[in-house]
């Protein structure tokens, strides 16, 4: 009964901006640890983003960093990715992944591709 749903993907130019969002259910959102993830054809899939339960701290990928903010609202059970200034280097289907406080178990949402191309 653990979903992770992710959505906002999209085609969007070079520069441009995306949000992606993902809805989580059935875990402990509160106390989960969040993260995105992205994977590019022929390429291992990378850590993009990271944040604590609280949204006290945060980390960011070198690639990504002054471009991306990772952020949750944990009365809406929803993380968040905001994309600025879009490069075609950034094209990769994006994965919400959340790390369980107690267990430690890794969920898994089904991705939500991004194209930035002209």
């Known amino acids: 009964q653990v979903q992770l749903v992710e959505s906002g993907g999209g085609l969007v130019q070079p520069g441009g901006s995306l949000r992606l969002s993902c809805a989580a259910s059935?875990?402990?959102?509160?106390?989960?640890?969040m993260n995105w993830y992205r994977q590019a054809p022929g390429k291992e899939r990378e850590l993009v983003a990271g944040?604590?339960?609280?949204?006290?701290?945060?980390n960011y990928a070198d690639s990504v960093k002054g471009r991306f903010t990772i952020s949750r609202d944990n009365a809406k059970n929803t993380v968040y990715l905001q994309m600025d200034s879009l490069k075609p280097e950034d094209t990769a289907v994006y994965f919400c992944?959340?790390?369980?406080?107690?267990?430690?178990?890794?969920?898994w949402g089904q991705g939500t591709q991004v194209t930035v191309s002209s």
């Open positions: 944040i604590i339960s609280t949204g006290g701290s945060t």
């Open positions: 992944n959340a790390v369980g406080w107690i267990s430690r178990a890794n969920y």
């Open positions: 059935g875990f402990a959102f509160s106390t989960a640890a």
